[in-house]
């Protein structure tokens, strides 16, 4: 993908970002304007939330979109960022038109890697190429 697209593909995704916390105590808003897959599941492009499942798991996160459709457990491993950033930011790889969500990072907390799957795996043999990986700010609020 070309800079520029990379550019204007993050401008999509960007919000004011709240000061950090541990995302166990992290809600992250997220509008994602175009479609997107998590592991096998097609999702349309919206306002979507992304939260611990509760419990001590960190790994373990709950997305949704903003009017509580399309609710999916997902279990993701933890990591830490190659460099720091002061936003909470989501990662998508893309493969031709179709796009993954990969990972999610908040400042202070690490960030956790979705796990792939067989549709990203298919859509990377189609596109045979490795994936062209964006990022973009989400707007983070803290639970009560």
Known sequence: MHMRSVAAFGLFLMAAALPARALTNEVVHANIPFAFH?????????????????????????????DGSHPMFLLTT????????????????????ERFLHAI???GDGGNVFL?????SQAARRAA??????QGRAHRVSRS
């Open 78 to 97: 933890t990591t830490t960022p190659k460099t720091e950033s002061t936003t909470a930011h989501l990662v998508f790889n893309r493969y031709g038109q």
């Open 38 to 66: 998590v592991r096998n599941t097609a999702l349309p492009p919206g306002e979507y939330v992304i939260q611990p499942a509760g419990g001590t798991n960190r790994a373990l996160l709950l997305l949704r979109r903003n």
């Open 116 to 120: 792939g799957s067989a549709t990203e």
């Open 129 to 134: 190429s490795a994936p062209e990986t964006t």
């Open 105 to 107: 990072f908040v400042p």
